[in-house]
């Protein structure tokens, strides 16, 4: 029973990425707004303390998708600073990671854990306001 839970949350997990993710590829253009921007993701999600809360397992189903949202979001909007490749697979690997968490109450939040590295992309990617 547990090989076909697996390969179910597999296929879940690849439909979620490939629909949540390709699906509105074809509608974002320059001129449309993303669903959040990444100050309210930064603000809500990360510095918030819903990705804490779902690392640490205390997070309800509802929060864990929430926190998926968010992690979308910031996959399909564009960095002011650093490569686009560098941000799409950053913010890949935290959708991945949060979409796990999201379908599989028992997965760990290690990969989720990891994937939410502040200084990873605040290097890279963290435009700075001119003073």
């Known amino acids: 029973m547990k090989f076909n839970t697996r390969i179910i949350m597999a296929s879940l997990a690849g439909a979620i990425l490939t629909f949540g993710l390709a699906g509105t590829a074809g509608t974002a253009g320059a ?3 993303p669903k959040y921007t990444i100050k309210q993701i930064m603000k809500d999600g990360l510095k918030g303390g819903l990705a804490k809360k779902v690392i640490e397992g205390k997070a309800t189903s509802q929060e ?3 926190l998926l ?5 910031l996959y399909e909007t564009r960095p002011k600073k650093g490569d686009p ?3 799409t697979k950053l913010t ?3 959708v991945a990671a949060a979409a796990k968490v999201a379908i599989d109450p028992k997965a760990g939040t290690a990969a ?4 939410v590295n502040c200084k990873a992309c605040h290097n890279k990617h963290k435009y700075d306001k001119p003073k």
């Open 85 to 87: 490749a560098g941000w």
């Open 69 to 73: 949202d968010y992690a979308i979001a």
């Open 92 to 94: 890949g690997d935290l």
């Open 64 to 66: 864990k998708i929430q």
């Open 112 to 115: 989720l854990g990891k994937a």
């Open 31 to 33: 001129d449309s707004k």
